[in-house]
């Protein structure tokens, strides 16, 4: 991928958190913050609209009425992407042959899961769809996938009433929305940390993936608080402040390349 469309899409997930946390955004607020031509801004809200993601207004845009605070898969995936790639990369070394892996849903699961063509004789479980069909065509992995309703433009399946409470998974690896060290790893949908909890309370070691830009930021639902994760794997572009205050917890932080 082009340097500059990975600008690209890091702005419109940019425009995504403004418009979650301010409901809208203007042309000139984007170029201020962006360093950008209000006609790459405009163009950047065109693509956003096409993907029926927002409603431009005159000078700027708002979300769409359907639309929650949650950032569809098919931006999320592609922002932040070279981080996620290296946090894949140092997670795939706490996994050995052999082990029950859990996946959850997300763009870092996902990293992670186009990771595990290397590793022998693995049993998965996961919740997301795009993940699933990845390994099942890669690997000759053993994989269990949660029946349900698939969640559109999320391509996760919801309902708790179909995760089996008799199975153990070695280690299970999610991610969130956002992390803070007083409410721990967040989303925005409660039915999915319900979901996410089921399968962590089955699971003998929890470990984290979260990229430098979920750091210090908390969304309505809780998945697990910080004492109950056993390891959190974050990029090196980490704040040393927050670092730092990481390390006071028993929790174990490992950085990327």
């Known amino acids: 991928m ?7 899409e890091e702005r419109k997930l940019e425009v995504l958190k403004v418009l979650r946390d301010k409901k809208r955004i203007d042309v000139l607020e984007m170029c201020q913050k962006f360093d950008i031509s209000p006609s790459t801004a405009r163009n950047d809200l065109k693509e956003l609209e096409n993907e029926d993601i927002i409603k431009r207004t005159h000078g700027g845009a708002i979300l769409k009425d359907h639309m929650d605070t ?4 098919t931006e999320n995936e592609k922002a932040m992407i070279n981080e996620k790639n290296a946090i894949a990369k140092k997670a795939l070394d706490l996994i050995n042959d052999g082990e029950t892996i859990g ?16 590793k022998k004789n693995l049993t998965i479980i996961t919740n997301d769809v795009k993940t699933a069909c990845f390994l099942e065509q890669n690997t000759d992995f053993m994989i269990f996938i949660v029946g349900g309703i698939i969640r559109n433009k999320f391509h996760y399946i919801m309902n708790n009433a179909n995760i089996p409470e008799n199975i153990s998974i070695n280690k299970f690896f999610f991610s969130c929305n956002g992390f803070s060290v007083e409410n721990g790893a967040t989303i925005s949908d409660m039915m999915l940390a319900d979901n996410e909890r089921i399968f962590l309370n089955l ?3 929890r470990i984290l993936l979260c990229d430098n830009s979920k750091m210090g930021i908390t969304h309505f639902a809780q998945i ?6 056993n390891t ?3 990029d090196k572009k ?20």
């Open 70 to 73: 949650e950032i569809p898969s």
């Open 103 to 118: 996946i959850s849903t997300g763009s870092s699961g996902y990293a992670l899961a186009k990771k595990l063509v290397s």
């Open 2 to 8: 082009a340097r500059n469309s990975i600008f690209q």
């Open 224 to 229: 697990l608080p910080i004492d109950k994760i």
């Open 203 to 205: 699971s003998q070691k």
């Open 238 to 257: 980490i704040s040393k402040k927050y670092l730092e205050q990481l390390k006071m917890f028993k929790s174990q932080v490992i950085i990327s390349d």
């Open 232 to 234: 959190i794997v974050t």
